[in-house]
């Protein structure tokens, strides 16, 4: 679309460039949309090339174009692209509808949106804040967020859309131009990546796979995006194996039962039956913990209000400050631990002081007085008199075996305490079992092995929505404000090399999702299901898998039971490792064989290994050079930098650390252009004042 100039002398144009444009682009367009009328003060044009081959909004991941089987693991009522009261940004904060007010906007025809069938139409008018909608209907809710971003912007800003990818950005002297791969240029003043999860060459574990699969005519699928996956090669009734208990192979299983026409329904006892269609393949599923993630809670708050104790942000702070060094694993994860079990515990005897026997006053004042570091060995399970620790959740360092007579001792302390306080054995939390539930249990029956995790499964799906058990969503309150917490001060200088590599990009974000970010409580059920009608076989923790070149066939087994199964079909269930060398987008390998973009290489003493993710400097999240030198010219956000790992939309009112992201990189690059237009000298004052008019769409 074209359109005619405001005189006969067009104005100059500032040009810049977004390279991915899902929800963390979009997120962005809306923060130079909020902040334009404060930081640009020019007459000049402003033109944004959003790039993207899939659909501006939802991008690639949140496409409508998928099953419409397929979920978000959030609730309608925790999705939000939108700022509000909690937000500490710098530019104006400007609330908006989160998904479930939106739908109702939607369904009280306020808000038009298009595609919308009579599956999604049901879908809308029967949504509810505690729904796990369809990503088709997310998918939505985003086109119509970056539709929202663009009408808030003047006239004299234009934005250009390009359904196409980029494969190279090349320093042009005063711009930067990119080439896409439909054989456009583009040129520009200042380029942000927002790329988003994006997949990598293959390891050299999955490429032997790979070809022993093509060598012996097998079926293989490495770590993958689920919705990408083409599974089809998959036939009725062959065995599988599935190396992954996540949300990945969640996504999986739906698509292979009842995405092949199988049927859940409930009977009048109230169980949920599988009717298989006979299309589904035979699935064995195993992970290193061997069973699923936790589902989603659906309980609320009963007690009194959750509050971080043992990490704050200034305790963390002062860690920051005053630690020559700092590891996760030793000066923060013990604290995090520690106020994990005190939201647990606190929502269990002030909310539910029937399912106790000793007074909260009482619990605290003696859990108080524990070492953080006996919380992460304390089980009914150790054996005390061993001072190693065993069960711990992480790779625990030998400096966190130190004081080994008082963190025995207080170990002991803490069992004694809960089994003495605490009425019911499914109420007594601890860190071990959380972590590892199958725990060192040996099982030689395969039968038994099933109703082994099948009764884990519904254990689990008690304890996180009956009302009564509240207690585990004051351990997911309090993990997810240690996660805010810690993002503070994640991108410290102090945090050593190895801690880098092995906690924060490392084991943490696994252990955050396995507790937090779990499927929602029906898909945990189905599985059960799924595994009475023999569609799906739990292989138990601490799965292997092996090509037996002899038999031609994949094998697989676990610590749990020394049963073993064959199959002509392996899927590792889970997302691409992070490294953006490797990354199968041309755009990101490009930046690092230029020389523009440098993989993050952390270094301590002898040890020295990669993150694989892209350097970018915190403050504003400028991409570092091979030569040392931030960019002033190119930005980069997303789980593929080293900046904190966060989602691409959040929960309202929890001051969302991406929308925090968002606000800053939106200011540096209007800052940046603001920079360019007085070295041009164009320095007359802003005259638009905020938008009335829509912005143009090319």
């Not at 009261?85 to 298009?114: F, H, M, N, Q, Y």
């Not at 967020?145 to 042009?172: C, I, M, N, Q, Y």
């Not at 009475?532 to 066939?553: P, R, T, Y």
């Not at 094998?555 to 590792?572: E, K, Q, Y």
């Amino acid at each position: 679309m074209s359109h005619a100039p405001t005189s006969l002398i067009d104005p100059p144009e500032f040009r810049i460039a977004l390279i991915g444009g899902g929800p963390r682009g979009a997120g962005v367009l809306e923060r130079i949309a909020a902040n334009l009328p404060e930081l640009w003060r020019s007459d000049a044009r402003i033109r944004i090339h959003v790039i993207d081959p899939h659909p501006a909004g939802p991008g690639r991941i949140w496409r409508f174009d998928q099953s419409p089987l397929l979920k978000l693991n959030s609730m309608a009522a925790d999705v939000t692209m939108f700022t509000d009261e909690s937000s500490t940004i710098d530019g104006p904060v400007r609330p908006g509808p989160s998904l479930i007010e939106w739908a109702r906007l939607v369904s009280a025809g306020e808000i038009a949106i298009p595609r919308v069938d009579a599956r999604l139409r049901q879908e809308i008018e029967n949504l509810a804040p505690a729904s796990f909608p369809t990503r088709r209907l997310q998918s939505l809710y985003l086109s119509w967020f970056f539709a929202d971003a663009v009408g808030l912007l003047p006239e004299t800003v234009t934005v250009v859309v390009h359904r196409a990818s980029a494969v190279e950005t090349v320093d042009d002297g005063p711009t930067q131009r990119i080439l896409l791969d439909d054989g456009v240029s583009i040129a520009a003043d200042v380029v942000l990546y927002s790329l988003g999860h994006t997949g990598a060459e293959a390891e050299p574990e999955h490429a032997d796979l790979i070809d022993f699969a093509r060598r012996r005519e097998l079926f293989y699928l490495p770590p993958a995006f689920t919705a990408d996956a083409d599974t089809r090669p998959i036939v009725p009734g062959q065995r599988v194996i599935v190396r992954g208990m996540g949300l990945a192979a969640v996504d999986l299983t739906v698509l292979l039962t009842e995405g092949r026409g199988g049927r859940f329904d409930r009977g009048d006892d109230g169980v949920l039956r599988y009717t298989a269609s006979g299309l589904e393949p035979r699935l064995y599923v195993g992970s290193r913990r061997g069973v699923p993630y936790h589902s989603k809670i659906s309980s609320t708050l009963a007690g009194e209000k959750p509050e971080a104790r043992y990490f704050t942000p200034a305790i963390a702070r002062s860690l920051e400050e005053t630690r020559p060094s700092l590891d996760l694993s030793v000066d923060v994860w013990p604290l995090i631990a520690k106020d994990m079990l005190w939201g647990y515990y606190r929502e269990l005897f002030t909310g539910h002081p029937d399912r106790v026997e000793s007074s909260w006053d009482a619990f605290a004042y003696a859990f108080d007085r524990l070492d953080p570091r006996a919380l992460l060995l304390a089980s009914p399970h150790t054996d005390f008199d061993d001072s190693a620790p065993r069960g711990h959740a992480v790779p625990t360092p030998d400096e966190l075996a130190g004081d080994d007579d008082l963190v025995a001792r207080d170990a002991r302390a803490f069992v004694d305490l809960v089994e003495g306080s605490v009425a019911y054995p499914d109420d007594r939390l601890f860190l071990p079992e959380l972590d590892r539930p199958l725990g060192g249990a040996l099982v030689a029956d395969p039968g038994e092995l099933q109703e082994l995790v099948r009764d884990y499964i519904r254990t689990d799906l008690a304890l996180r929505t009956r009302p009564e058990h509240s207690a585990t969503l004051g351990l997911f309150v309090a993990l997810l404000t240690s996660l805010f917490t810690l993002s503070d001060i994640i991108d410290s200088p102090k945090w050593t090399a190895r801690s880098r590599v092995r906690d924060i990009h490392g084991w943490w974000l696994g252990y955050f999702s396995f507790i937090a970010s779990g499927p929602p409580a029906h898909r945990l059920e189905e599985l059960v299901a799924l595994s009475e009608a023999g569609i799906v076989q739990f292989l138990g923790a601490g799965i292997w898998v092996e090509a037996d070149e002899e038999e031609g066939i994949f094998r697989a087994g676990s610590a749990t039971t020394p049963v073993t199964v064959t199959a002509s079909a392996l899927v590792d269930a889970r997302l691409p490792a992070t490294a953006i060398s490797r990354s199968d987008n041309e755009l990101l390998r490009s930046l690092v064989t230029s020389g523009a973009g440098l993989e993050e290489v952390v270094t301590d003493g002898a040890f020295s290994a990669s993150t694989g993710r892209l350097s970018v400097r915190q403050l504003d999240t400028r991409i570092l050079g091979a030569g040392g030198e931030h960019s002033s010219r190119q930005y980069a956000i997303g789980p593929y930098t080293n900046s904190p790992f966060v989602g691409a939309f959040s929960r309202p009112r929890t001051n969302a650390i991406s929308f925090r992201e968002n606000d800053k990189v939106a200011r540096a690059i209007l800052n940046r252009l603001t920079e360019l237009a007085e070295e041009r000298g164009l320095d007359t004052p802003f005259r638009s004042s905020r938008a009335t008019y829509p912005a143009l769409i090319e």
